[in-house]
Structures are given as structure tokens and as C-alpha cells.
């Protein structure tokens, strides 16, 4: 039915996002639960010219097609994976889950669009909610259309309900240093992002004594999880 | 901030989909707006392993990401287009559309998944609603999760409401030789597609006196255009 020409084909990237997150750890685990932080999709040329964007300020959302560039391409198939929510001890198929361990790498989230940033011809867009490391190759990017996207009677299996949220307090050492880098609502940013509980998932349901770093913004964000929450001690520049 | 071994990545298909559109003209503008019709899922192997599936049946909708083969790949970038919904005479960016002729070839759909086919330990997803040609590569197929993407409150620029439908009736003949075929649903298919007017759209607002074909479940439906909606001639085997 398939001619062979069609098996396999050349993907290229039309750009790079720009996040909040130097590295997989830091990384949501589903797209629009962060909502602070500065997100930038830049595309090479000729894909950022003017007119390729004509009407998209017209939509409120995106879908973004991406690369998981950072999962090894030599990787054979696996055809289970672990998922997070589970604990980390349950194994699913990998094609009933959104796990970065997929055939081709592909990765798709929804974000939404706070502005198109127009510059000489050139174009930028500023969104928010995506969750991919930073300098994420992006290979496409189409609207939502929400009469045939959105699916409110969807049963969702294991993923039925939002993740639960942590709790997040910050040392008064944390504070004074978030304040000195002057970057726009990062405390509100380290917040979403340990709420989620970034440790690897057999761990999450302890609390250890251990001093976790997580690489956000340029900066390492030491913490430590307790019973109640997790707290910020310090941070370092990375 | 990109390494150049991420720009380019080849992707191969997992599998192809079987559906009743034996050509692009007969396939439906948006997934979901087909109800009719047998889609199938094929995987090659080793995609199409039982275990890579454990769990898939708890979701009700799933993503499909295919490949538009039957669009010329040496193509050059075009960065607008002239979506159908807009009468096909009016430019828009081509990252504002989902039309098939954009970079990378890469399409996105979400199928109801209806039953799980595992017959000595491999896998095919029978499917509802699918906008692919008979024989479309599949590249991915994740869960569609409800808490994600489901956003009733997204804002879908010129493509905000789903497209009008037009009337569609039958001759005798048509009616007959139908029945004949015994495809299951085939009349109700054939309303469907045209339903939707698959002619191209700078003619879709005039009535014609043509007979249009439009192939289906191996056949050539013939139909007309009038005042009133549409009407089926006869089929013919293709």
C-alpha cells in the first residue's frame, strides 16, 4: 500500500525554543501547567518571514511539533516505558503514553500565544505553558482549532486528573538572590516548577534529606523536600 | 544554541492507516467531522508489538501524526496559503493553517479510538474520524489527555465554527448499486464526505452543471451540484 519512498523521510527544524529550562530535570511533565517564565519560539530563515505568520494573532493557542533532542537517536525501540504518574514502577506502552522514549522523537504540546514579536520582516512568538528543555528544535507549529481539538468528554486513563501540586516555601537566603537576578516573576517560576515535584518518580514518595539542584534560568536551584513541601535553600549561578 | 546534529533527523513510519478516501479530494478538510468508514491503523513491525499498546484502551481519543506523502516534497517553502474555509481566495500564513503544504509534510489529527485489534500478540487500532488518504505513513500515536488539551475556551481565528453542511439526497440508480456493494455504512459515508463539499473552493459557492468523482472505498462516486445541495448520479468501480 506504502511505496518505499514514503517510509522514511528528512525532518528539518524551522527554529529553537527559548525556555526557563537548562535541562530534562527542570522540565514540566505536560505543557500549561507553568504559566510564569519568559518562552520565545525563533525560527531560521526563510521560515520566520512576516507573511508566513499572517492571522495567526487571530488564535489563542498552538501546537507546537517538536524534537526530543536530548534522547539518544541510537536508542532501539522500546516498546514499554514507566510514566511518572504511575510512581515509576507500572509499565505501559509506549504509544498510551506522551513519553519522550517514542519512535521518531516526536513531541507535541499545546501553548498558548501572548504575542508575535514583528521585526524588520522577521518574526518571533512569545507563548506560554510549553515544556521543553531550552534550544528545542521546533518542527512545526499549527493552530488550535478548539471545535476540533477540544474534547471535554475525553477519557484520559491514568492521566484522568492534573497532577497534585506540591507545596513550595523559599529560605531567606533564596529570597535576597532571586531578587538580585532581577529576572521577571522567577520566584513565581521556581514555584511551578517544584510543585510539580521534578524528582524522578520512584523518589516522590519520600522525603529524603537530599539537596536536589535544578537548572532554571541560567541558575542552579538548590532544594529539599520534606513532609510538608519542598523548600529553596540557595541558589547558584550555573 | 542548537547543535547542527539536531537541525536534521529522519523519521521513519510506524505503521499506515487504511481508510475509505482513495484520494486526497475525497478526505475531509478536519478530522472528527467523519463518523462512517472503516479506519484501520496498521503498524509495521516491531510498532505493532502488543505490549507497546498496554494501556491504550483506557483512552477514549488518541493523536495521530502522519505524513502528507501525496504532497510533492521537493516543493519549495511557501509561506502563505489560501485556506478552502475562506473561499480559497485569501492568503494566510501557512503557520496559521493546517494546510498540507507547509515544511516537514507533518500532519496532526485526534481519532476516537474504538477498538483495540490484538491477534497473536500484534496490534491495529481501529479508529473513527481520521482526514488521511487510504495508505497515509504514521509516524506517532499518543494519548489524547483531557486535563491538557482539552481547551474549550480557545479562540480559532477565521476557522472559529465548524463548516456548514450541505444537503446531500440520492438517485435510485446511485441508491442501488450502493446496496450492491455491500459496504458496510457506504451511504452514510458518501453523505459525509459530501456533506462538506471536497470541490475545490474557489468553485464552492456557485452551482455547476459538472458530474464531480470522488473516490471512495475503491469507487468513483459520481455526483452533481445544484441550488438545493448535492446529488449522487451512480458509482462506478474505480
Not at 177 to 188: C, H, K, L, M
Request: hydrophobic share 35%; proline share 7%.
Amino acid at each position: 500500500m506504502n511505496n518505499l519512498k514514503s517510509e522514511e523521510v528528512t525532518v528539518r527544524s524551522i527554529g529553537y525554543i527559548e525556555t526557563p529550562f537548562d535541562e530534562k530535570f527542570a522540565v514540566p511533565r505536560q505543557s500549561s501547567l507553568i504559566s510564569h517564565g519568559h518562552f520565545e519560539i525563533h525560527f531560521h530563515p526563510p521560515y520566520d518571514a512576516e507573511e508566513a505568520f499572517k492571522g495567526i494573532d487571530d488564535f489563542s493557542h498552538l501546537w507546537i511539533s517538536f524534537l526530543f533532542d536530548r534522547i539518544n537517536e541510537d536508542d532501539s525501540f522500546r516498546p514499554t516505558v514507566r510514566p511518572p504518574r504511575l510512581g515509576g514502577n507500572e509499565y505501559k506502552g509506549v504509544f498510551a503514553t506522551r513519553s519522550p522514549f517514542r519512535p521518531n522523537r516526536l513531541g507535541l504540546s499545546v501553548v498558548k500565544l501572548l504575542s508575535v514579536n514583528r521585526n524588520h520582516g522577521k518574526v518571533s512568538l512569545i507563548v506560554a505553558g510549553a515544556d521543553m528543555v531550552n534550544g528545542t528544535p521546533i518542527i512545526d507549529v499549527k493552530p488550535y482549532i478548539e471545535f476540533v481539538d477540544s474534547i471535554p468528554s475525553a477519557v484520559s486513563g491514568f492521566a484522568r486528573e492534573a497532577p497534585v501540586m506540591h507545596q513550595v516555601s523559599f529560605s531567606e537566603e533564596a529570597l535576597k538572590q532571586i531578587a538580585e537576578t532581577g529576572i521577571p516573576d522567577f520566584r513565581e517560576l521556581i514555584e511551578e516548577v517544584l510543585a510539580q515535584d521534578p524528582r524522578p518518580a520512584y523518589k516522590s514518595r519520600h522525603s529524603d534529606e537530599r539537596l536536589y539542584g535544578v537548572g532554571l534560568c541560567g541558575y542552579d536551584v538548590k532544594w529539599q523536600a520534606s513532609e510538608s513541601g519542598f523548600t529553596v535553600r540557595y541558589l547558584e549561578k550555573a
